[in-house]
């Protein structure tokens, strides 16, 4: 599988982005897929994840602004965001939850996308 997040941009507070994520191979068998993100001098940490069956979690400080959502038929993940605020600068990345593949013997990341929010 290969994974392609894109709809990133700069935008000020207050503001929405909506982030896809295509991969290249089917997701309909993964469990949980996730939207992680890296901020920079950070760690890379989930932000929220959608099971199969639809079944959501948000990691607190975006619950309630961000919605995650999952089309199996198309292989594609999305990322819904509003009210963004500056901590939200970060590099977004889609992945399984757990991280399942693997490139080299690394775990594998594909693409992210930039997201910037301004003040």
């Known amino acids: 599988v290969q994974l392609q997040a894109s709809g990133g941009g700069s935008v000020q507070a207050g503001g929405s982005l909506r982030l896809s994520c295509a991969a290249l191979?089917?997701?309909?068998?993964?469990?949980?897929m996730g939207w992680y993100r890296q901020a920079p001098q950070k760690q890379r940490e989930l932000i929220a994840a959608?099971?199969?069956?639809?079944?959501?979690v948000y990691v607190g400080s975006v619950k309630g602004r961000f919605t995650i959502s999952r089309d199996n038929t198309k292989n594609i993940v999305y990322l819904q965001m509003n009210a963004l605020i500056p901590e939200d600068t970060a590099v977004y990345y889609c992945n399984s939850d757990p991280p399942i593949w693997t490139s080299n013997g690394r775990v594998y990341w594909g693409q992210g996308t930039q997201v910037t929010v301004s003040s």
């Open positions: 191979g089917s997701i309909a068998n993964v469990n949980r």
């Open positions: 959608i099971t199969s069956g639809g079944i959501t």
